[in-house]
Structures are given as C-alpha cells and as structure tokens.
C-alpha cells in the first residue's frame, strides 16, 4: 500500500533547478535510504515533504488522500516529522523537548508524562533527565531528537544525517535506535551515505541525481 | 546650605522615610510600572509580526521605528500635549496633567524601543527553532509562543531598555504631567524644578535613587544580554 505519493515536485532556486521529481511513491512500512552527492538536493526533498519548505509546484496523496503545498496542511503536518542534520533543541528541558510535539496535538498531561517516560527509556536518556539540553553531547542530543520524534509515532519519518558528525560509539547508538524505530511500523526517509544505515533490513534505495529520483 | 550639608540632609531623608521624597518616587515606578505593562505586549507582539511576515510597507515601517528610536522626549510630550490641551482632538478627556497622560507619553517612548529591540532578539534565533516547531506539529500561535520563549533573554533586555528610558525621561513627563506635587510630580522632574528652587536635599536624594534605579535596570540589561548570547 502506498503511503505517500507525490508528482511534478518542482523547486528552482535563481533560475537553477534544484529539484525536479516527477514520480515518488513511498509504501507503508518500508524504509528509503536516500543518496546523492553533496548539493544533489537531499536535505530540500526532506523540507519540502516536510512542509517547511515551499516548492515551485507539485502535488501529492497521503494515504490516499489528496494534498498540495499552497498551503502545506495542518493535517498533513500531523502525519509526519523532520529532524534536522544538527537538531535544534528548545532551551527548556530533556522532558520538555520530548513532550512538545504531544503538547501541539493537544494530548492530555497524564498520557503525555508517560509516552515522554517512554521515549527517555527507548532513547536511554533518562540518566540526563536534569541536564540542559544545550549541555548534551553531539550523540544525545541526535537521541533526543530522534526520542522527540518518535514520541509521535509518526507515520513517516524524515532523517536528514542522523549519523554525520557522530563519533563511533553514538554513531552505533543511533543506528540501533534507526532500526527499532523503523520496526515500529514507521516508514523512514533518511538522507544518509552511512554503509550501516543504508544496509539495515527492509532499506530500500533512492538515488537522486541532478534534482530527480533514481529508484 | 552648602553641598556637605546638603548631602546630609539627603541622605537623612533617604533613611528617615521621607513622606515627599519616597511618593515622588512612588510616583515614578507607579507611572513606569503601568506604562510598561501596556507597551510590553504591544511592542513585542509587533516585532514579531514585523520579524516573521513579509508585507507591503514592511522596511517602511522598520526604518519608521528606528527613527523614533532617537525622537527627543520633549517633542513627544510637546505632540502628546497639543493632542490633549483644551484645543486639541482630544482636549474633552481632560488628560492633559494626569498620571494618565504620563503614562501615554511613557508608552510612546517605550514602543520603538521594544518593537527595534525585540524585532532583531527575533530575527536573530536560530531559524531551526521555527523549523522545528513547525515539524513537531505546533500552530501559528505555539510557533510565536516558542520563539519568543527561545529568545527570552533578548526581550528581557528590550524590556530594561526600554524601562531605562522611560523612568529617566523628562521632557514627555514635564509637558503632560506638569510636576503637580503628590499626583504628577516623578523624579527626573522633581530633580530639576526641586533644585532650581534651591531644595538641594530633595534633589539630591532622589538623584541617588534615581541613579540607583538606573544601576539596577542596566546591570539587568548586561546579564540578560550576556545570556541571550550564550
Ligand atoms: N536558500 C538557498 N539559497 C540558494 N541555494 C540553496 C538554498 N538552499 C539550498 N540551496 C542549494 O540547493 C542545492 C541542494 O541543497 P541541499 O542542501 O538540498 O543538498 P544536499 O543533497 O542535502 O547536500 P549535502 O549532502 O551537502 O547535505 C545546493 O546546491 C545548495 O547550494
Ligand atoms: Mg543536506
């Protein structure tokens, strides 16, 4: 079943096209590992499916349901999540991090304390729970991120580098948490060059070259 | 009375709970504390709108609000006085030398401070933090509540500003308030008329709190602004 499918999704930049993609179709429970040089247009892909980018044109179903981007929906908006390269962490703290996407649904204080419960066990970030999140290293805050993220179970998760710029060790963490989460019935785009991410089970590859999808 | 005893004198007031010295000062914070409650979500709110919508007039209205960022107090209080005089639009108000008036005059001062200060507190976050909010599901008004929470110290900093300009000012508060003792008599305008009828002590008193004041709001100023840097 097709989760989310988007046609003549276009965006230029000063008369240069930087994406140009005719056809994408992305099914449920799958994992897409996306590639392409450096300035191919991956981390603009991921913003535009993410509604934080505006693009030229285009149009898109999810699940089944029509949508455009002028303007992006709310409802859409609710389906999905994009974690930046270098996430950027609310100066409030771990816990609030996490509860802030539950917070926007409007989901009451009791079942928010535990899902955020939940998702410092899954993230193994409970041992920080009183550190600022600007004091956290690179590693954990990628977790926090990704623990912010997966809280909302969402149904389609959108990674640009979760691994870049990680040290070994954090790099491992990360990647495991990549793979539970994708068993979660979460289908994933990630942006990644990272041999282990791309092998990971079910990962199905998008290549973009010169602003369109090889599949 | 020479400056030693004058100084004694002052400070004799100062600790002896003087009636006169310590309503002048109440005067001052009451007529500030009030102007800034009314200019602090107004100006902010329009820095934000300024910083995150694109609209026709907008750098118009931007360079508008750094001008006033320099207009001397004296022609605010001389436009707010001509508004309010007998003869003026709104003469049947009855406004003109009340706190009421002051606190127009402050709020007036206040806003291109706030509204400068906090459009730029605002355009410099980090533009991931809107991204952010927007990816995790938030609406337009949890987006605004997030960043202005992102950039708090900034915005308290715009608040000390404007506050440090407004409880020192004269000029506006001369004009509309006309230092009626007990009612619209503050401190910047009883230090000048006070001491120009000779009462040092008086004067001198309240230049220290005043300058007290002052301290206080700048040194909160610096932290805030070292903080909204780290
Ligand atoms: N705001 C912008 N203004 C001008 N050019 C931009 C802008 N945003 C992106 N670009 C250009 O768009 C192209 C695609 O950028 P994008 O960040 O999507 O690439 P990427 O595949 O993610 O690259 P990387 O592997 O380095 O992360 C690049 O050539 C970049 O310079
Ligand atoms: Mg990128």
């Known amino acids: ?215 | 009375m020479g400056l030693v005893d004058a100084t004694q004198a002052a400070l004799l007031l100062l600790v002896s709970g003087d009636a006169e010295l310590w309503g002048t000062v109440g005067v001052s914070l009451s007529v500030t504390l009030r102007a800034m409650l009314i200019a602090m979500p107004l100006g902010i709110a329009a820095g934000y709108l300024l910083a995150t919508n694109d609209f026709p007039g907008r750098r118009l209205l931007i360079i508008v609000t750094q001008g006033l960022l320099a207009s001397p107090t004296v022609v605010v209080g001389l436009i707010l006085y001509l508004l309010l005089s007998r003869q003026g639009i709104f003469g049947e108000l009855q406004l003109l030398f009340t706190q009421t008036a002051m606190v127009i005059g402050q709020v007036l001062i206040a806003l291109p401070v706030l509204v400068a200060f906090s459009l730029s507190a605002i355009q410099g976050a980090d533009p991931r933090a809107r991204e952010t909010a927007l990816a995790l599901g938030a609406g337009a008004p949890r987006i605004a509540w997030t960043l202005l929470l992102e950039v708090r110290f900034a915005l308290m900093a715009a608040v000390c500003s404007a506050f440090g300009r407004i409880v020192s000012e004269i000029g506006c508060a001369l004009m509309v308030g006309g230092n009626i003792a007990g009612v619209t008599r503050n401190m910047p305008t009883a230090i000048a008329l006070e001491t120009s009828k000779g009462d040092f002590a008086q004067g001198i008193a309240l230049g220290i709190v005043l300058l007290l004041v002052a301290l206080g709001i700048n040194s909160a100023f610096a932290f805030f602004q070292g903080e909204s840097r780290r």
């Not at chain 1, 270098?86 to 079942?111: K, M």
């Not at chain 1, 959108?158 to 948490?177: F, G």
């Open chain 1, 1 to 215: 079943m097709s989760l989310l499918v988007v046609r003549s999704l276009a965006k230029s930049l000063a008369r240069r096209v930087l994406l140009a993609i005719d056809d994408l179709n992305l099914s449920a429970g799958k994992s897409y590992v996306l590639t392409g040089e450096n300035g191919s247009g991956k981390s603009t892909l991921l913003r535009l499916l993410a509604g934080i980018e505006a693009p030229d044109g285009g149009s898109g179903c999810f699940e089944g349901r029509p949508f455009g981007w002028k303007p992006y929906p709310d409802w859409l908006r609710r389906q999905l999540t994009y974690v930046h390269q270098q996430p950027y962490l609310f100066h409030s703290s771990i816990a609030d991090n996490i509860a802030y996407g539950l917070r926007a649904r409007g989901v009451a204080r009791g079942e928010r304390e535990r899902l955020v419960d939940d998702a410092l066990s899954w993230a193994r970030l409970r041992h920080l729970l009183d550190t600022p999140p600007a004091r956290l290293s690179g590693g954990e805050k990628q977790r926090l991120a990704l623990a912010r993220a997966w809280v909302l179970r969402p149904k389609l998760l959108l990674l640009d580098e979760p691994t870049a710029n990680l040290d070994a060790d954090s790099r491992q963490q990360t990647i495991e948490l990549l793979r539970t989460f994708g068993s979660s019935g979460t289908t994933a785009v990630i942006a990644c060059h990272d041999r282990d991410v791309i092998e990971l089970p079910d990962m199905q590859r998008l290549d973009l070259v010169g602003g369109r999808i090889v599949q």
